[in-house]
C-alpha cells in the first residue's frame, strides 16, 4: 500500500510530524505548477524564492533519506493543473492514497477539498502544524463580519502561550510598548544603520524555466541572484543576525522611512517573512530566539523592542489568518468604499514625482521588499486616498511582495490598508496627509512638491486628496469618535479654503496619472 504525499510551495516545514518517520512506502512530491505561478503576475523575485527554497527543501529530504520526487516547470508542462498532476503521479507510482496538508490559501484549499470529495482515492488532508492557533479555534475566537480587537486577541495569545508573561501579568507591567516605537531617522542614526544579512542564491535556471514556459512577471532581479534566505540554515542565519544586530534598535525605528540608506532598505526589519511564510521557520522559534537574546543582553535590548516585535508574529499575523479564514470567501469581494479606479502605471515603474510613492514603489520593484509602514501609509494609503479598486490594489500586492500569500496579504491590504472590509480589521481608515509622511520619513526634502501646501502647482497631492476622501465619506466616519476631531477642524476652515481644497483634489484624481 503506497501513499503520495503533496508538499505545497509554502508548506517547507522541516519538523512537521510528516518527517518523525521513514518508509520506503511513501512518496514525497513537490512540483512546480504553471497554476501557481499564473493565478496572479508575479515580481520574478517571488516566483524564483518560492522555486528555489522547494528545490532545497526536496534537496533536503533527500539527504535525510526519504523518498522525493522534485518536479520543475519541465515536468509538469503538460499536467493541465495540480489534481490532473496528483493523479498522473499517483498512478505513475500505483499509490493508493493521497495525503496533503491543508494549504492556507482558499483558492487552493477549495481545489484539493474538491479533489477529496470526488476522487477514487483515498485522500487524507492534515494539519501544517505551523500556526499557534489552532485551525479549528478561529471559529471560537473570532466571528465572520464582525470586528475583533487585535490588542485583545494578542493579550490573549501571550497569556495562553505564555509569552512574556509573569504570572498572567505583562513582564514589564505593560503589554503594549508602541509609543516608544515612533521615532525618525536623525542623521546619526542614519550613518549607524548595520547592512542587511543578504545571500547570494543563483536562480539562473529557474529564470530560464520561467522564461522557456513563458510564465509572465516583473520587477528586478539583480544579476539573476537571489538575497532572500531559501533553506533552513540560511533562514536560521538570518534570525541570528537580526537578533545580533537589528534587535535592539527594531521597536524604536519600526515606523520610520528613508531615501538615504542605499545599502540597506529593510533598515531594522528582520526580512524573515518569506522564511515564516513558506514555513521554514516556526513561529514560536522566531518568539523564543528574539526573548532569549533580551534575556541575555538586558542592558542593549529593552523589552520595547521585544514585545515589538512579539506582537507582529504572536499578534497581528496570527490574527490576519484568523480574519481571512472566518471571512472568506465573501473578504475577497468587499469594497464598502465602492472605491473603482485603476491603478496608475508607475505602480510598474515607479515614475511619479511624489518621492514618498516613487521611492517606496522603486524599492518594490527592485526588491520584492516594502517595509509595513511603506506597504500601508505610503503606498496603501494614496491607493486608498484616490479611490483605487481593491481587487487590483490586492492583486498588486499579491503578486509584488516576496512574502505575499493570499491569507496574510488581503487582510492587510483589503482590510487594514484600504478599509474596504466594512471595518473588520480596523475600526477607522488609516488616512494620512502629507504631514504623517513628513513626520515618519525624510521623503519629502527631496520632493518636487511641498508639504506644507495644499493648494497651488506644487502642493503634496496627498493634503488635498486626504480632505477630498474625508469629506467624501463624511456620513460613514463622521460618528467614530476617533475620527469627530477631523471634521471639527474642518468646519473651521475658511470656506474659501475649503473649496480650493477640495477643486486642487478632483484635479489631482483627473490627472493621476501624471503625478
Ligand atoms: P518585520 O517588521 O521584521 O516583522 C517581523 C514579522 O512579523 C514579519 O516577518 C511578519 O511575519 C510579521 N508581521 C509584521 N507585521 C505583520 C502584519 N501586519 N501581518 C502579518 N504579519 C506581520 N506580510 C506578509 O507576510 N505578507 C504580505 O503579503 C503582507 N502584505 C501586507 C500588505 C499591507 C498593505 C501591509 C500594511 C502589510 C503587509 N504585510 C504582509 C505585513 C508586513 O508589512 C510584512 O510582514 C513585513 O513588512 C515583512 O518584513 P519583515 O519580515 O522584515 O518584517
Ligand atoms: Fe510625499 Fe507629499 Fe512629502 Fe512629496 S511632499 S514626499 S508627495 S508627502
Known amino acids: 500500500h503506497k501513499t503520495l504525499r503533496l508538499i505545497l510551495g509554502d508548506q517547507l516545514n522541516p519538523s512537521h510530524s510528516w518527517y518523525k518517520q521513514k518508509d520506503d512506502d511513501t512518496l514525497y512530491l513537490i512540483a512546480e505548477l504553471k497554476q501557481e505561478t499564473d493565478y496572479v503576475k508575479h515580481h520574478i523575485q517571488k516566483l524564483c524564492a518560492f522555486f528555489n527554497a522547494m528545490e532545497n527543501f526536496a534537496t533536503a529530504l533527500k539527504t535525510a533519506g526519504f523518498n522525493v520526487l522534485h518536479l520543475t516547470l519541465d515536468d509538469t508542462a503538460d499536467d493541465k493543473d495540480l489534481i490532473e498532476l496528483l493523479k498522473r503521479i499517483a498512478d505513475k507510482y500505483q499509490c493508493e492514497t493521497i495525503e496533503y496538508q491543508y494549504p492556507d490559501e482558499f483558492r487552493l484549499k477549495s481545489q484539493l477539498a474538491k479533489f477529496k470529495s470526488d476522487s477514487s482515492f483515498d485522500v487524507i488532508a492534515t494539519d501544517t502544524e505551523h500556526f499557534l492557533l489552532p485551525f479549528t479555534e478561529i471559529k471560537t475566537r473570532f466571528t465572520k463580519n464582525k470586528h475583533v480587537t487585535m490588542e485583545h486577541f494578542y493579550r490573549a495569545m501571550r497569556k495562553q502561550f505564555d509569552i512574556l508573561v509573569d504570572d498572567t501579568k505583562p513582564t514589564g507591567g505593560k503589554w503594549n510598548f508602541d509609543s516608544n516605537n515612533r521615532n525618525k531617522f536623525s542623521k546619526a542614526d542614519l550613518a549607524c544603520i548595520p547592512k542587511p544579512k543578504l545571500f547570494n542564491n543563483n536562480v539562473k535556471s529557474i529564470i530560464s524555466r520561467l522564461n522557456k514556459h513563458k510564465v509572465v512577471y516583473f520587477g528586478e532581479i539583480a544579476d539573476q541572484r537571489l538575497e532572500w534566505p531559501t533553506t533552513r540554515k540560511q533562514a536560521i542565519e538570518s534570525l541570528e543576525y537580526f537578533c545580533e544586530h537589528l534587535l535592539s534598535c527594531f521597536g524604536h525605528f519600526q515606523d520610520a522611512m528613508t531615501d538615504q540608506s542605499k545599502n540597506n532598505t529593510s533598515l531594522y526589519h528582520s526580512r524573515l517573512s518569506f522564511a515564516l511564510n513558506a514555513k521554514i521557520l516556526h513561529p514560536l ?137 466594512d471595518g473588520i480589521i480596523a475600526t477607522k481608515p488609516y488616512a494620512a496627509s502629507g504631514n504623517y509622511i513628513n513626520k515618519m520619513s525624510d521623503y519629502c526634502k527631496s520632493c518636487q512638491y511641498d508639504v506644507k501646501q495644499k493648494v497651488g502647482d506644487k502642493a503634496c497631492p496627498l493634503n488635498s486628496l486626504y480632505w477630498h476622501f474625508m469629506n467624501k465619506h463624511r456620513d460613514r466616519l463622521e460618528k467614530n469618535p476617533r475620527i469627530g476631531m477631523v471634521y471639527k477642524n474642518w468646519d473651521k476652515q475658511e470656506k474659501t479654503l475649503q473649496e480650493q481644497t477640495l477643486q486642487q483634489a478632483i484635479y489631482y484624481l483627473n490627472n493621476l496619472e501624471a503625478l
Open 285 to 421: 522559534y522566531v518568539i523564543k530566539r528574539v526573548i532569549r537574546e533580551y534575556e541575555q543582553r538586558p542592558s542593549e535590548i529593552s523589552l520595547s523592542q521585544v514585545e515589538g516585535f512579539t506582537r507582529q508574529i504572536l499578534g497581528w499575523r496570527e490574527y490576519v489568518r484568523a480574519i481571512y479564514w472566518i471571512n472568506m470567501p465573501d473578504y475577497a469581494v468587499k469594497n464598502q468604499l465602492k472605491a473603482k479606479n485603476t491603478l496608475p502605471s508607475y505602480f510598474w515603474n515607479s515614475s511619479t514625482k511624489m518621492n514618498c510613492l516613487s521611492h517606496s514603489l522603486k524599492q518594490s520593484l527592485e526588491t520584492a521588499y516594502a517595509h509595513h509602514i511603506q506597504r500601508l501609509m505610503v503606498i496603501g494609503n494614496f491607493c486608498m486616498l484616490t479611490g483605487i479598486n481593491p481587487d487590483d490594489v490586492d492583486n498588486w500586492y499579491l503578486g509584488v511582495y516576496i512574502d505575499a500569500i493570499e491569507w496574510v496579504e488581503m487582510p492587510n491590504t483589503r482590510g487594514m490598508s484600504q478599509f474596504a472590509d
